[in-house]
């Protein structure tokens, strides 16, 4: 409701009562987790085999292991229970500005106003003169909110450093690690190999920027599609054009996305009202899923539905497994969306009727890679250098706004001539309370994905029962465990995320050798 309409009341008011519910639920978890914690070792491990519980052990270890790292049961409950008017309060008080804001465009010598997920549309349209001028008001309209944006992070931020402190983690990495069932060292690895490779992808956007008569691309400019014509698909034909290329890799997955459209559940209309960003939710007692997203006809726009699709497809997999087994971080969630996100713009690439449109197609793919490479990595420097000045007071704006500057001189390598300071104000993902650092498992999910990815090619259609074996695991073992089991490698050294990123760089390589001569 709220995000169909940010203008719906009766929604924020629904939320808020969720939130109250959600807060409850914690703090019975909190409960049983801390019971967990006063069963004595020995007794522990003896639980284990009895056939019925040695299925949970991985989850339940987990959860006692992570109530052992906390506060008392009362002390915990007491944290759940300030958070529905502290710390949640503040992630549903962003919503709600966001929901007022209104960036104003011409079009037709008519001014529309529209709501950011329209106005964030406007990013990918050939015409510059409509990016740049959609950016002017984009920035503008952020700008107008920036003190009670700037207000509403550093309280966010704010609460959830003081609980760090009274559980005594220093590391604001912690949680979000444990989160995503991964180690440090993976972590670092994965960013170090990307850093020691981003020279190919500057290359590229130098490429595109002389190819669009730039002599540097600006931030408005990333999304914009290269070539004279747009590619351009109905609602319809990119249903059928995701259908028919997950058939390929397998009938299930074809199956499941015929279902979710046949069934309608998917919102995709592209109106005003709508908040921005897509997303896909799941409703386990009668197993379906839900699909958000603003769909007007990009390639862009297909790629984000086959993306949502894979989230649907991941939670389908997983059925008839104990629920406790279902609960799978957002690293190995990104890595299902991705991999059917490659599947249809890997196809959108070699369908492409003629070089010009192929030029569009691959350009919209290699996008994406500058995204979850660069961006992505912007947000993870911002973030992690916002929270340590964060430990010493609040941040100012302006501090803010330096901050996200010059992550992203540092993530795009000084490759842009202009950026987007408020870029910590427009991105909800720094916002959301439920899971901190809501980045990084982005980039990990895309690369993971492109090593599974590069199997599925090996192997063909009789990959999918293998696959569907490594998603039915994303929740009952580490990330480590689950790439070893299913992929014979060791995430923690560079060798895998060294083929993961050579993968996604070969479509860098195509596109220069392409237009070498353009």
Known sequence: MQAENTDDKKAYTLD??????????????????????????????????????????????????????????????????????????WGQLYDLIVSKIKVPFIENDQEQLLSVGQA???????????????????????????????????HLSGFRLSVYNKRGWENVLDEPLKINRMKQETLDTMWAVISENKQKLVEYLERKAKLLGLKKLSWFDLDAPYGKTETKMSYQEGAEFIEQNFSL????MASFAKKAFEEQWIEAADRTGKAPGGFCTFFPENEQSRIFMTYSGTPSNVSTLAHELGHGFHTYSMRGIHNLNRMYAMNVAETASTFAEMIVADAAVKNAKDEEEKLVLLDDKIQRTVALLMNIHARFLFETRFYEERKRGPVAVERLNELMLQAQKDAYCNALEEYHPLFWASKLHFFITGVPFYNFPYTFGYLFSLGIYAQALQEGKGYEEKYIALLRDTASMTVEDLAKKHLSVDITQKDFWEKAVNICLDDINEFLEITKNI
Do not use: C, M
């Open 120 to 154: 964030f549309n406007k990013f990918s349209s050939p015409d510059r003169e409509i990016r740049a001028n959609i950016f002017n008001n984009w920035e503008k309209a952020w700008g107008e909110q920036a003190d009670f944006l700037g207000k509403t992070l550093n």
């Open 249 to 252: 890799f397998g009938e299930k």
């Open 16 to 89: 808020s009562i969720v939130t109250s519910l959600s807060a409850a639920f914690q703090t019975a978890i909190g409960t049983f987790d801390n019971t967990l914690t006063t069963i004595e070792d020995e007794i522990w491990n003896k639980l284990f085999t009895d056939e019925s519980l040695n299925e949970l052990s991985f989850v339940l270890t987990e959860r006692r292991d992570r109530a052992k790292d906390k506060l008392s049961k009362e002390e915990e409950a007491l944290i759940s229970a300030l958070g529905v008017d502290g710390y949640h309060s």
